[in-house]
């Protein structure tokens, strides 16, 4: 993998999923790409083990995930990992 193909190793990120290998894009009933360019980031986010004197005052909760072909994103994404060619 090159360096350029993660945001963490060049600081550029990505503010489209159109390459990414966590993008899961919807597909129509022929396999072919939805013309809407919706889906769904597949990267699983792990929640840190604290030291056994801490806890969590309520259950941590990731939201969103919904992404676009059609649309850029707000922010650089850290985790995007382009797929192998």
Same mark, same amino acid.
């Given at each position: 993998m090159a360096s350029s193909d993660t945001c963490g190793e060049t600081g550029e990120g990505m503010k489209n999923c159109t390459h990414c290998k966590y993008a899961n894009?919807? @597909?129509? =009933?022929a396999g072919k790409l939805h013309p809407s360019g919706a889906g769904r980031c597949t990267f699983e986010r792990k929640i840190p083990e604290l030291p056994a004197s801490m806890y969590f005052v309520s259950r941590p909760i990731i939201g969103g995930g919904t992404?676009? @072909?059609?649309?850029?994103? =707000? =922010?650089?994404?850290?985790?995007?990992? @382009?797929? =192998?060619?």
């Open positions: 894009w919807h @597909r129509t =009933d992404i676009s @072909r059609h649309k850029e994103l =707000d =922010d650089h994404c850290a985790y995007f990992l @382009r797929k =192998d060619a």
